[in-house]
């Protein structure tokens, strides 16, 4: 079983990669560059090899990243993994969260009677879903919440967008600006797809004091220490249905 894990950014890539070695004293290989300049390290567990990229912020970043390393290797499945801002009260600070469904919650047209999405316009598609199974060991393993993940463009900072966010989707456990763009390039290769967010921050109004990133790399570390032979037992039995 081999699973691309990606990430927005190194401190992330670390916290990921430090969940995935249970040996500090054997570390395991140290990053490489592909071509593009995304960094990658390889983790290899029983019955999984990891490789841990770190893709940019943002969907396209994360598209791009994503689908580099995909033409480079075979994988069976992909994992988008980060920080995120929790909606309260579900997700608290410092908890995880396992997408039920990957949205792409701006993309669309504004309209005087609301906002459209792209599935609404006729122009495709804005949820990918994870395989329902994975998802739930996922959740289970590392007591995260299982809900859905919108993947926006821009960080939400006011209450009305929040609200309005919430609205649409009542039941969205986390926001974050990668999981689309990592799902996207994911199901053009054929590839089934996780996100896991360690919640950072409250969706809400832009409280920079409030954001707790420390607590959050760290509970996305303690995620991937548990995380990995779930993705592990998991691909014993689908890796064939995929590639
Ligand atoms: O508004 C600020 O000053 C600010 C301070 C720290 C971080 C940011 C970001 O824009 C981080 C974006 C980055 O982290 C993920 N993330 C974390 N929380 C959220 C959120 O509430 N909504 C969307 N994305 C979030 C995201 O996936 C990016 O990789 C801003």
Do not use: C, K
Request: hydrophobic share 50%; charged share 15%.
């Amino acid at each position: 079983m081999r699973a691309l894990v990606v990430t927005a950014v190194a401190a992330e890539a670390d916290s990921v990669v430090t969940g995935l070695t249970p040996h500090p004293d054997a570390p395991g290989p140290e990053p490489r560059t592909l071509p593009g300049g995304y960094r990658t390290t390889r983790r290899d567990l029983p019955g999984i090899a990891l490789d841990v990229l770190v893709g940019g912020v943002g969907p396209a970043a994360a598209a791009a990243g994503t689908a580099t390393a995909l033409a480079l290797a075979d994988y069976h499945l992909v994992v988008s993994a980060g920080i995120g801002g929790g909606f309260a009260p579900a997700a608290p600070l410092g908890s995880l969260v396992v997408a039920d469904a990957i949205v792409a919650a701006d993309l669309g047209a504004e309209t005087p009677e609301g906002f459209l999405d792209v599935t609404a316009l006729g122009f495709g598609h804005s949820v990918h879903l994870p395989p329902t199974e994975l998802a739930a060991r996922a959740a289970e393993a590392t007591g995260a919440l299982l809900a859905p993940v919108l993947t926006v463009s821009t960080v939400t900072g006011t209450a009305t967008r929040a609200a309005a966010l919430a609205a649409r989707h009542p039941m969205a456990g986390a926001e974050a600006m990668e999981g689309f763009g990592v799902a996207e390039a994911a199901a053009a290769h054929g590839l089934p797809v996780l996100e896991i967010r360690a919640v950072s921050n409250a969706v809400g109004p832009r409280d920079r004091a409030a954001w707790r990133i420390g607590d959050a790399l760290a509970a996305l570390a303690d995620g991937f220490r548990v995380l990995g032979p779930v993705l592990a037992n998991w691909g014993e039995r689908h890796e064939h249905q995929h590639r």
